[in-house]
């Protein structure tokens, strides 16, 4: 068995993120976003979704953004640590449910709740991303997923 290795920045499984039909209606595994057109992806909004971590939920999605090589979710906590936000990369997601519009990642609310302050005035240059990938890349190395 292959060790698990972790890019913080790419959607594990991009069909997580469910595709649409000719109707443009949801269909669950319609097959990675790289095949959908431009305009289907786009509309493939993950804000609002409730956040679950291994051991409850943290709060719901307030932005995503679906770059490829630097795809995160922007979660506002509300009140479990003070109203603050994070910043989780697309890797720490473990899976989607767009029936019940949850998110389900594979790390702790501690392990969340440590990780880099959220500053929505840096969140997207370089040095910040690096500061967050590589907290992350540490937690994976340190707790594996279960």
């Not at 289907?40 to 679950?52: I, N």
Request: no cysteine.
């Amino acid at each position: 068995m292959q060790p698990f290795t972790f890019n913080p920045w790419n959607w594990r499984d991009p069909a997580l993120l469910g595709g649409y039909s000719d109707a443009g209606a949801r269909t669950p595994d319609a097959g990675p976003t790289s095949d959908l057109r431009a305009d289907q992806q786009a509309s493939l909004d993950l804000t609002g979704y409730h956040v679950e971590a291994l051991d409850g939920r943290i709060g719901s999605i307030d932005e995503a953004s679906y770059d490829v090589g630097s795809a995160l979710l922007v979660v506002d906590t509300g009140p479990w640590i003070f109203g603050r936000k994070v910043l989780l990369p697309a890797g720490t997601v473990q899976r989607v449910d767009h029936e019940d519009r949850k998110v389900y990642v594979d790390r702790t609310k501690e392990q969340i709740k440590s990780s880099p302050e959220y500053d929505k005035d840096t969140f997207s240059t370089p040095e910040y991303r690096e500061q967050v990938g590589d907290y992350y890349v540490g937690s994976y190395r340190d707790a594996p997923p279960r």
